[in-house]
C-alpha cells in the first residue's frame, strides 16, 4: 500500500511540474492561448500523461521510467526522461522534456 501512495504522489508531483512549466511557457509564447488541462491516465502496464487531449509522456508502472510516445499508447524507448525519483532533473517545458544543466 506504501508504494502504490508512493507512485500516486510522484505522479502528482510530475502532472504539477509539467502543468507549472508547459503552461507558464506557453502563456509567454502564446498569450491568448488557455492553459492546457494535464491528466494522469493509469494503465495495467503503462500510465498516460495527457497534455489536453494530445499523449505526452508514459511511466512503465513496474520500473517508474519515463518515456515519449510514438503513437497514442505506443512507448518510445528512444526517448527516455529519467525516472519518477528524478524528475526535478528535468525541464518539463518544451515540447519534450530536457535535462536541466
Request: proline share 3%; glycine share 8%.
Amino acid at each position: 500500500m506504501e508504494t502504490t501512495l508512493n507512485m500516486i504522489e510522484k505522479l502528482e508531483t510530475l502532472r504539477s511540474l509539467i502543468d507549472k512549466e508547459y503552461n507558464e511557457r506557453m502563456s509567454r509564447q502564446y498569450p491568448s492561448l488557455k492553459p492546457e488541462i494535464i491528466t494522469i491516465k493509469p494503465g495495467n502496464k503503462y500510465i498516460k500523461i495527457d497534455v489536453g487531449s494530445s499523449g505526452k509522456y508514459m511511466i512503465e508502472v513496474s520500473t517508474g521510467n519515463i518515456y515519449g510516445i510514438k503513437a497514442y499508447g505506443v512507448i518510445h524507448r528512444g526517448y527516455k526522461f529519467g525516472n519518477l525519483d528524478t524528475i526535478n532533473d528535468w525541464n518539463w517545458s518544451g515540447y519534450r522534456a530536457f535535462k536541466k544543466n
